[in-house]
């Protein structure tokens, strides 16, 4: 296979093909709507926009496939890159490519659009025309923050992706979505601005008297070279300053406690697809952030003793918190919103502890609450079509009457608790392994979010599946369809091989996660999870 990509020269043009499919099929559904005019009734009817999205993202899932056949495991480099000039006067370039870590990334977002997009295919019904073309530039968005290589270049990406959100949630949301879009809005864009003024000083920093230089590497190499800034009449080194800039934005974005209150709000509120999107991808960007450039940036700020024990605190915190919160929600969805939030602290857990296995257990986290969360709200978002609730108090021994569903909603229940078998066991093990060996009292107390997952998840499907039918509307629910259930099956497909055979995307990892432990240590791993010799 890896000869075929290299006759066509799949490297050199794959990471730029991936940003264009998504907004030239955007661009054909704008047209589309432009040709049928301001007609809200012909909107409606119209299935094109889905229909263009749908081969659009199946199209970006196709081309992105390659990208696991052609890439070199053995090295850390970075692969399939692309350097174009774009703004030479400001030191900017069109700077792509991919490691280990991004990788993954790319290919857990080209997976879930398409089923994003089968996921909502019934239940948008207005501006169809808007929405689709939404979500194709959202996807340009975040693809092109996990591939970039140019600072400047990776803001964009950043913010791009937050414009399209914010309408998709605002326009097709639910009642309390105007409130849930500028919370989210607001929240973002505080953590972004500080991070753009940390960018554009390190860019000047970067280039001297030649001009600003923005490239990854060059800010790299400088960022954390020492220097010092007079904060409040206090002298405080950039480095920690620059440091703090860029994980507030991160953090945010997580969201870490106690940045996390915009989140619950925004997937109640969102729709499916909406939901799936960010919970599955977007909420990855933070934890990417972190280990991109907060991380190897700054390494000496990363690693004091206060910081590092206020993100390794913070992020226990955020497992525990997350879980205890979620065991009394009454709303299914926002059960799951916060147990995000406690999944999201392991990952913060095992990335500040910064060993080889967390490293790699913190990103595998990341892959399999994307997986085991895009199915848990693709799932609410089906019955919610059927019953028009989210309450669990309104159902009650519905797995009679939809018994498709409900050993479905079992399965990827299980699999987001961390059964063995299932992936999501393999990233919470790691994250734990690692974690041991640099804060075991820290650890110790992350390992009670996994009982409390367990407590939390079990009761609700109790509760929704079980016990007595004891309400009339309940008794006619219809169960999957087939769309619904050729949905769910790629889902179900990654969940077992990520649980029983993770070896070949651990083996992807691993190189990366070793070279961030040295660029941040100092020290190279003496151990690692996936050998060589592993497909």
């Known amino acids: 296979m890896r000869e075929l990509l290299d006759s066509i020269g799949y490297d050199s043009w794959v990471l730029l093909a991936l940003l264009v499919i998504p907004a030239l099929a955007a661009l054909g559904i ?25 081969w ?14 052609s890439y070199d495991p053995s090295t850390a480099a970075m692969q399939a890159t692309l350097d174009l000039s774009w703004i030479p006067s400001w030191g900017v370039r069109f700077a792509l490519g991919i490691d280990g870590i991004s990788l993954m990334m790319v290919l857990l977002t080209t997976f879930l659009m398409p089923l ?5 295919w019934t239940s948008i019904r207005l501006k169809r025309h808007s929405y689709y ?3 194709l530039l959202l996807t340009t968005g975040m693809l092109g923050v996990f591939v970039a290589r140019d600072l400047f270049l990776f803001y964009v990406m950043w913010e791009m992706m937050l414009v399209p959100m914010y309408f998709i949630i605002g326009i097709w949301g639910g009642e309390r979505r105007i409130y849930a879009t500028m919370k989210f809005f607001i929240y973002t864009m505080v953590g972004s601005m500080l991070m753009l003024v940390a960018i554009v000083y390190l860019g000047i920093k970067a280039g001297g008297a030649a001009g600003p230089d923005f490239a990854y590497e060059s800010v790299r190499r400088m960022a954390g070279s020492g220097g010092a800034m007079t904060l409040f009449g206090a002298v405080v080194p950039a480095s920690l300053l620059m440091f703090l800039a860029f994980s507030l934005a991160f953090a945010i974005k997580v969201p870490m406690f106690p940045f996390h209150t915009w989140l619950p709000d925004a997937h109640v509120e969102a729709p499916t697809a909406g939901s799936v999107i960010l ?47 979620a065991m009394v929600q009454p709303d299914f969805k926002k059960l799951v919103a916060y147990s995000s939030v406690s999944h999201l602290g392991f990952v913060m857990l095992g990335i500040f502890a910064l060993t080889t296995q967390s490293i790699q257990g913190a990103l595998m986290i990341m892959i399999n609450h994307g997986i085991s969360t895009g199915a848990l709200f693709l799932l609410i978002g089906m019955i919610y079509e059927r019953r028009h609730t989210r309450e669990i108090a309104a159902y009650g021994g519905i ?5 498709l569903f409900a050993a479905l909603l079992t399965f990827v229940s299980l699999s987001s608790i961390g059964l063995p078998g299932t992936n999501g066991f393999v990233g919470e093990f790691l ?54 259930l050729a949905l769910m099956v790629p889902l179900v497909a990654v969940i077992l091989w990520l649980g029983i055979y993770p070896a070949p995307v651990l083996r992807r990892m691993e190189a990366s996660a070793e070279q961030l432990v040295t660029q ?16």
Not at 311 to 316: E, K, N, R, V
């Open 431 to 484: 994250v734990l392994l690692g974690s041991f060996q640099t804060t075991p009292y820290l650890a110790t107390l992350a390992t009670l979010g996994v009982i409390f997952a367990a407590a939390y998840l079990l009761w609700a499907i109790q509760r929704i599946l079980f016990n007595r039918l004891h309400r009339v509307e309940n008794e006619h629910i219809p169960d999957l369809n087939a769309r619904e």
């Open 399 to 403: 797995a009679r009457v939809v018994p």
């Open 133 to 135: 073309a939404l979500l």
């Open 279 to 325: 919970a599955g991808i977007m909420l990855k960007m933070g934890t990417y952030g972190f280990l991109r450039f907060a991380l190897p940036f700054f390494p000496d700020a990363a690693m004091h003793p206060a910081v590092r024990t206020t993100f390794l605190a913070l992020g226990t915190i955020g497992v525990l918190y997350g879980a205890l919160v």
């Open 520 to 535: 941040v240590s100092g020290v190279a791993p003496a151990t690692s999870v996936a050998r060589a010799g592993n497909p």
């Open 116 to 120: 994003a997009v089968l996921g909502s």
């Open 56 to 69: 659009a993202f199946i199209i970006e899932f196709v081309v992105s496939l390659g990208l696991w056949w």
């Open 30 to 54: 704008w047209v589309h709507g432009a040709m049928l005019g301001d007609n809200e009734a012909r909107d409606r009817a119209s299935g094109t926009p889905r229909q263009i999205a749908l």
